[in-house]
């Protein structure tokens, strides 16, 4: 079992910057994926940024490459989405996800969620 908590969601203005921090606890290793994925009303998850604990390996999903960015942070258990250069298209729930593995891109091979933080951008 993964817990994941969000955090850092909010409101910013479009051309800003903002980064969510998402923190893991449980039982798991370093054969883990972890990552964010987003959801407006009336439509399914789509995902945003990955990386693979095991490896280190980083995805973002091609509308976000140039402006967002994933990382572990200074806890090896965290993991944080630089969010820059947002646009009002970025508004959405964000959620964290885990899975033991490696990264997929569909939210039904994910087994762990956190509980989503908002994000508002603002034009």
């Known amino acids: 079992q993964v817990n994941l908590v969000e955090s850092g969601g909010g409101s910013v203005q479009a051309g800003g910057s903002l980064t969510l921090s998402c923190s893991a606890s449980?039982?798991?290793?370093?054969?883990?994926?972890m990552g964010w994925f987003r959801q407006t009303p009336g439509k399914g998850r789509e995902w945003v940024a990955m990386?693979?604990?095991?490896?280190?390996?980083?995805y973002i999903n091609t509308p976000m490459k140039g402006r967002f960015a994933i990382s572990r942070a200074g806890a090896k258990d965290s993991v944080l989405l630089q969010m820059n250069n947002v646009k009002p298209e970025d508004t959405a729930m964000y959620y964290c996800?885990?899975?033991?593995?490696?990264?997929?891109?569909?939210?039904?091979?994910?087994?762990?969620w956190g509980q989503g933080t908002q994000v508002t951008v603002s034009a």
């Open positions: 996800a885990a899975r033991e593995g490696a990264p997929f891109w569909t939210e039904d091979r994910y087994d762990f």
């Open positions: 449980g039982d798991y290793d370093e054969s883990l994926s």
């Open positions: 990386i693979y604990l095991g490896t280190g390996n980083r």
